[in-house]
């Protein structure tokens, strides 16, 4: 590989992609900085399996990493795996996945690359790549699945902490999981790649891609993994808790649901997910340690995530609606929680369902004659439909917030 004159090899940048939302490097972080201070133009990747219609902050934080490669002058592929999803990742599951249909991972991925589009530049002298992972997995045989399965044991696969759990619990471990690392694994062999960037959670995956890259071309790949959006205590933010921020969010959505995050996750929010400096990020964690109220900043963090998702304008819309729906205490601050089932609910169902009204004539009714609010405003509309992070007020007293 040349060396690339248009390559950006300035040490604080190096530095600062290195570090910056950084959990581990392999093989080492000075090799990886030697790599990138030499001038080479290298080829790095990122892989999502489309298992949801949108994506979410987790899927922010590789980007924007993702994002500095290329402004580096690096070649950035954003791979699909519409191949992978199918099987389903095993990755931090107690069971096996629900494997999904080809027609539902085409179906989910429409949105991904207009999505990503706010981060990575798809065109211009220096494109970002979009790629399909069925393009070459799918064409496999069943030889070449077994001359893959050749260069790992059984044993490298139980050493994954979901595995050790299952078989502890003497759950099922199903012989299509352990494929899961090898298909991954095998992506990086097919686009001959440099580096891979993920989450800290699928470093196993990433590094048995190394090991395929190295024993099948004697290519030593990269690999980074990146700190999970989680507080001190391990809590993340997820489906289960309804307060997963997905690009597709309203500005009002977003913001609401990062202002129920908990206060530990303030600061990684700031450095996972923002372009605030380490600097004031060091200086907020100094001032909330002297006891400092952590409910301003945590309203700076939202304004920043509305803004990254969506625009400062847009921020500014969102904080004026918080403060209008709960600080202004037209809601209580201890409110009942109700699990939805499936986004975008009908309101009616929801009112039935979370013992707000007694039937679903008598939600209509409430509806139809204004009875009803979500997130301060009045719905009239009978066939209205809520999300995850709502807060639906039925008179004065009755309120519920939806997870």
């Known amino acids: 590989m040349a060396t690339n004159p248009s390559v950006n090899t300035d040490a604080n940048i190096v530095e600062h992609f290195l570090t910056r939302s950084v959990e581990n490097v392999f ?18 990747y990122t892989g999502i399996d489309p298992t949801g219609p949108t994506l979410h902050l987790g899927h922010l934080i590789w980007l924007r990493k993702l ?24 990755t931090d599951k107690s069971a096996a996945r629900k494997r999904q249909t080809r027609e539902d991972v085409l179906e989910n991925c429409k949105l991904y690359k207009k999505q990503a589009e706010k981060f990575l530049d798809f065109g211009g002298s220096n494109p970002a790549e979009l790629k399909f992972n069925s393009d070459w997995l799918g064409k496999m045989s069943f030889g070449d699945v077994v001359e893959l399965s050749a260069h790992f044991t059984v044993q490298q696969m139980m050493e994954r902490d979901m595995f050790e759990k299952r078989a502890e619990e003497n759950k099922p471990i199903y012989l299509h999981e352990f494929l899961y690392p090898l298909m991954q ?8 790649v440099d580096l ?11 590094l048995a891609g190394r090991t395929l890259l190295r024993e099948m071309k004697q290519k030593e790949k990269s690999v980074v993994t990146l700190k999970l959006l989680e507080d001190a205590s391990g809590k993340k933010m997820g489906k289960s808790e309804g307060n997963i921020v997905a690009f597709s969010d309203t500005p009002e959505d977003a913001y609401g649901k990062v202002m129920s995050w908990t206060d530990g996750m303030i600061l990684p929010g700031f450095e996972l997910c923002t372009d605030v400096s380490d600097e004031e990020i060091a200086e907020m964690r100094a001032s909330m340690s002297n006891g400092e109220n952590p409910m301003a900043f945590k309203r700076r963090l939202a304004r920043e995530m509305v803004t990254v998702l969506h625009s400062a304008e847009d921020a500014d819309v969102a ?18 929680e109700w699990k939805l089932e499936t986004e975008n609910a009908k309101l009616a169902d929801v009112l039935m369902a979370a013992g707000i009204v007694d039937s679903k004539s008598e939600a209509r009714r409430q509806i139809e004659q204004g009875g009803v609010k979500v997130d301060g405003d009045v719905v009239t509309d009978v066939a209205a439909t809520v999300s995850a992070g709502s807060i639906i007020q039925k008179g004065k007293r009755f309120f519920v917030k939806l997870v």
């Not at 690096?74 to 992978?84: A, E, K, Q, S």
């Not at 209008?324 to 601050?333: G, I, S, Y």
Request: proline content about 4%; charged content about 25%; aromatic content about 6%.
């Open 319 to 336: 904080e004026a609606h918080f403060s209008k729906v709960h600080q202004a205490k037209e809601v209580p601050d201890e409110i009942k």
């Open 27 to 44: 093989p080492t972080k000075e090799k990886l900085a030697s790599y990138l201070a030499s001038g080479k133009r290298i080829t790095v």
């Open 196 to 206: 891979e960037i993920g989450g800290n959670d699928q470093m196993f995956n990433m």
């Open 67 to 90: 994002a500095e490669l290329q402004k580096m002058g690096h070649r950035v592929i954003m791979l699909i795996g519409d191949f992978t999803a199918m099987i389903g990742d095993p």
């Open 185 to 192: 694994g095998y992506d990086s062999v097919a686009m001959d």
